[in-house]
């Protein structure tokens, strides 16, 4: 009996207290992670009514205050004193409907990460839009990595270039260390 509490005490301890976003952010796969763990949260609240400060306890791994702050002006409603959000298919401020694939284009610079996609244009069902890119920003705060801007179309030309180098240039890059590799 001692040996169940013991272990059932031990997991308790194990357990997070709040929400907690993984910072380390190396990899384009840790990057996907955090922003599909980041929309999770923003959908989240549509499911049911929450208090000011829970809403703000979820959202804040995730987003810097200044995001917090647009993303609820966008999408967040009072009623009878709770906080929640209707959600919608075209909702201003929310994680993007990435593919999470070759398309969503992830550039890491020291303190930033841009993470965006190019969107056809559509006039398929009830949203219409046209030719877009939508992205993301992750800026460092206190040393984690938080979503900081939503990006419309306004992604840096420098950076667009990065993202779409000739895939030429790759192929050379990639085929050298490949040979380097075979001799040395």
Same mark, same amino acid.
């Given at each position: 009996?001692?040996?169940?509490?013991?272990?059932?005490?031990?997991?308790?301890?194990?357990?997070?207290?709040? @929400?907690?976003?993984? $910072?380390?952010?190396?990899?384009?796969?840790? !990057?996907?992670?955090?922003?599909? #763990?980041?929309?999770? !949260?923003?959908?989240?609240?549509?499911?049911?009514?929450?208090?000011?400060?829970?809403?703000?306890?979820?959202?804040?791994?995730?987003?810097?205050?200044?995001?917090?702050?647009?993303?609820?002006?966008?999408?967040?409603?009072?009623?009878? +004193?709770?906080?929640?959000?209707? +959600?919608?298919?075209?909702?201003?401020?929310?994680?993007?409907?990435?593919?999470?694939? #070759? #398309?969503?284009?992830?550039?890491?610079?020291?303190?930033?990460?841009?993470?965006?996609?190019?969107?056809?244009?559509?006039?398929?069902?009830?949203?219409?839009? #046209?030719?877009?890119?939508? +992205?993301?920003?992750?800026?460092?705060?206190? +040393?984690?990595?938080?979503?900081?801007?939503?990006?419309?179309?306004?992604? @840096?030309?420098?950076?667009?270039?990065?993202?779409?180098?000739?895939?030429?240039?790759?192929? $050379?890059?990639?085929?050298?260390?490949?040979?380097?590799?075979?001799?040395?």
């Amino acid at each position: 009996m001692k040996k169940i509490f013991l272990l059932f005490f031990l997991l308790f301890l194990l357990m997070p207290l709040s @929400p907690e976003a993984n $910072t380390d952010i190396r990899t384009r796969e840790d !990057v996907f992670r955090f922003l599909k #763990d980041a929309f999770n !949260v923003q959908v989240s609240l549509s499911e049911q009514d929450r208090t000011k400060e829970e809403i703000k306890r979820l959202l804040n791994p995730y987003f810097s205050e200044s995001y917090q702050k647009i993303f609820w002006a966008e999408n967040i409603v009072e009623e009878n +004193g709770k906080f929640f959000s209707y +959600g919608s298919d075209f909702a201003l401020y929310y994680i993007p409907f990435y593919e999470y694939n #070759d #398309d969503t284009k992830v550039i890491f610079e020291q303190d930033r990460i841009y993470v965006f996609e190019y969107f056809p244009a559509s006039t398929e069902g009830p949203v219409g839009y #046209d030719n877009h890119y939508e +992205g993301i920003l992750l800026k460092k705060f206190e +040393g984690k990595w938080k979503v900081d801007q939503y990006l419309y179309d306004n992604i @840096p030309k420098s950076i667009l270039d990065q993202a779409y180098k000739p895939a030429k240039e790759k192929i $050379t890059f990639f085929s050298w260390i490949h040979i380097r590799h075979l001799f040395f």
